[in-house]
């Protein structure tokens, strides 16, 4: 990463993340890794957890694994932009998607795993300006 890149990085406010992963292995190393840029972080392990504890107004940001149980991840994005239209919602999954995908409609951007360290930040530095710009 460039020296700019990391400037802009820098600046991000800290943002209210809700993580929703059923594998406990990631959802503990994505928690650890936002946690420390100052992120709050709030992890659901299935998609009807995720559901009943979204507020809206409450949360920023959702990044959502689209193979999660009780419900698919493209179903939770979109009930949760529902009733949430400023919330932005990050896709994260290492399944292979066509671009025409109608899973990815619910979704504003796509993290594809595995999820390296500076892929994490500079999404999350896009995803909390789009979330800005939605306020």
């Known amino acids: 990463m460039d020296q700019g890149a990391e400037a802009v990085t820098d600046r991000v406010r800290p943002g209210r993340i809700l993580l929703v992963e059923d594998d406990l292995m ?3 190393s994505l928690h650890r890794a936002l946690s420390a840029d100052k992120h709050t972080v709030e992890v659901c392990h299935d998609g009807v957890d995720a559901m009943q ?8 940001v959702a990044l959502i694994d689209l193979g999660i149980p009780t ?4 179903r939770v994005a979109g009930d ?3 009733r949430d239209p400023a919330l932005v919602t990050v896709l994260i999954t290492g399944w292979s998607l066509a671009q025409d995908d109608p899973r990815l409609s619910s979704f504003d951007f796509h ?5 390296m360290g500076p892929d994490l930040k500079g999404i999350v530095t896009k995803v909390m300006a ?3 710009s939605r306020v």
């Open 130 to 132: 789009l979330h800005d």
């Open 71 to 74: 419900v698919p991840g493209d």
């Open 53 to 60: 504890r979204f507020s809206p107004g409450h949360f920023d």
């Open 80 to 82: 949760l932009r529902a």
């Open 111 to 115: 993290l594809p795993k595995p999820i």
């Open 26 to 28: 990631l959802s503990l």
